[in-house]
């Protein structure tokens, strides 16, 4: 069975200072990968996707980068918090080449002071 | 575009009530709409509630039922009567069926229910 890791759980993060939350997939090769985003009061948003290793679409533009590293990980990340970056984060996945529905990760909620 | 608009939470309802939270969409880009909702129980990820790919039908899922509406471009998550266990956040969602890593959300409802 296919499993999502989201790591960590929450963060308290002062502004300025460096992020990174993780996402790994167990139990599914090539799968396709995304983080969504929704800030206090907002919408759930997508910001990136990937398909393949290596290759990352971003579609929300909000000073966060995002890597795949490995055909299981992905990585999201900043330099520099903003406040505005507050807010919950999920990694989901699907299967690459099938019209599967999204399947998501418990969540990372980033608190920045 | 192509939007979600759900009831603005929180919500609180009384453990066997009944429950309506509205959710309506605005699918202009979209050829082929699937609605979906979503639910977040404390401490857990975001899972599946129902899927309707179909205008017209309904879903159904522990007691929650929604009708995908195309007339009134709705899909109202409906439960007859409500138990402590469903306090969660509600998403209603909008995907596109040829592309089903494209998913709007709602803003979420947050849901209480009193023992």
């Known amino acids: 069975a296919q499993t999502i890791h989201q790591w960590p759980v929450a963060e308290i993060k002062a502004v300025g200072s460096p992020l990174s939350l993780g996402c790994t997939i167990k139990g599914k090769s090539s799968p396709n990968l995304y983080w969504y985003w929704q800030a206090t009061g907002g919408t759930l948003q997508q910001l990136f996707y990937?398909?393949?290793?290596?290759?990352v679409e971003s579609v929300v533009q909000l000073n966060l980068s995002a890597s795949r590293p490995k055909d299981d990980q992905f990585i999201l990340s900043t330099e520099k918090l903003l406040l505005s970056h507050s807010g919950f984060y999920l990694c989901?996945?699907?299967?690459?080449?099938?019209?599967?529905?999204?399947?998501f990760g418990h969540g990372t909620k980033l608190s920045v002071l | 575009g192509d939007s979600v608009t759900q009831t603005e939470g929180p919500v609180t309802v009384s453990e066997s009530e009944s429950l309506i939270i509205n959710c309506t969409y605005s699918a202009t880009s979209i050829a082929y709409p699937n609605l979906f909702w979503y639910v977040r129980y404390p401490g857990e990820g975001l899972q599946l509630l129902l899927k309707v790919i179909t205008a017209g039908q309904k879903g159904s899922s522990r007691g929650f039922e929604a009708t995908y509406n195309k007339e009134t471009t709705s899909f109202h998550l409906q439960k007859a009567s409500v138990q402590e266990s469903d306090s969660a956040v509600y998403y209603c969602?909008?995907?596109?069926?040829?592309?089903?890593?494209?998913?709007?959300f709602g803003q979420g409802t947050k849901l209480s229910i009193k023992p």
């Open positions: 989901a996945w699907r299967p690459q080449g099938t019209n599967e529905r999204l399947f």
């Open positions: 990937s398909i393949t290793v290596g290759q």
């Open positions: 969602a909008l995907g596109d069926h040829y592309n089903q890593g494209k998913l709007i």
